[in-house]
Antibody, heavy 122, light 113 residues
Framework: QVQLVESGGGVVQPGGSLRLSCAAS????????MHWVRQAPGKGLEWVTF????????YYADSVKGRFTISRDNSKNTLYLQMNSLRPEDTAVYYC???????????????WGRGTLVSVSS | DIVMTQSPDSLAVSLGERATINCKSS????????????LAWYQQKPGQPPKLLIY???TRESGVPDRFSGSGSGTDFTLTISSLQAEDVAVYSC?????????FGGGTKVEIK
């Protein structure tokens, strides 16, 4: 079954850290770039970060640059998002999303996970 | 960053009637070397993740009903639902992937009148 399953969300205090995981199945994970996209409560979608299929390059939104790190383990078909120095404005559902293009990708997503909620609050 | 502006914010359409959603980008999404518009449309139902409907502005994703169509070029794009069904109640968002960072419109909520 082709799917993405996120985990690792929860409640964290401002300044804290969380590590999200996304387990992929049903497709050749190592061939596709992967994104994290977030959605604050009642708001629209915001792209967060992208990693190339081979992990050779990463891209970040300015709002998370220097605080978040995307990585992947192609041997485990798993994508990660390490989130440090969390702020209340990082509160959102975080979606893992597969790029539709092999290799460098097209930068739109044809498969999304169900998301994991991150809440940053004291 | 490219700003994506959708209109209207919400619309109510009778079952079987046409729904039209607009998306305007702050710069052209047409790449001259391949004549493709780097625009996608997503559908998001309550409590669910986004679902890809349209890419390259007008190419329907596999399995998407043909009542959904995308059109437009350059900076102005439209998503049309030709005959609204009850299961089409959702928020629809456009996304440009012409340049990094990819950016989304604010979404249009479609309801039944």
């Amino acid at each position: 079954q082709v799917q993405l399953v996120e985990s690792g969300g929860g409640v964290v205090q401002p300044g804290g850290s969380l590590r999200l995981s996304c387990a992929a199945s049903g497709f050749t994970f190592r061939s596709y770039g992967m994104h994290w996209v977030r959605q604050a409560p009642g708001k629209g979608l915001e792209w967060v970060t992208f990693i190339r299929f081979d992990g050779s390059k990463e891209y970040y939104a300015d709002s998370v640059k220097g605080r978040f790190t995307i990585s992947r383990d192609n041997s485990k078909n798993t994508l990660y998002l390490q989130m440090n120095s969390l702020r209340p404005e990082d509160t959102a559902v975080y979606y893992c999303a597969k790029d539709d293009g092999e290799g460098s990708g097209y930068w739109y997503s044809d498969l999304w996970g169900r998301g994991t909620l991150v809440s940053v609050s004291s | 960053d490219i700003v994506m502006t959708q209109s209207p914010d919400s619309l109510a359409v009778s079952l079987g009637e046409r729904a039209t959603i607009n998306c305007k980008s702050s710069q052209s999404l047409l790449y001259s070397s391949n004549n493709k518009n780097y625009l996608a449309w997503y559908q998001q139902k309550p409590g669910q993740p986004p679902k890809l409907l349209i890419y390259w502005a007008s190419t329907r994703e596999s399995g998407v009903p043909d009542r959904f169509s995308g059109s437009g070029s350059g900076t102005d794009f439209t998503l049309t639902i030709s005959s609204l069904q009850a299961e089409d109640v959702a928020v629809y968002s456009c996304q440009q992937y012409y340049t990094s960072p990819p950016t989304f419109g604010g979404g249009t909520k479609v309801e039944i009148k």
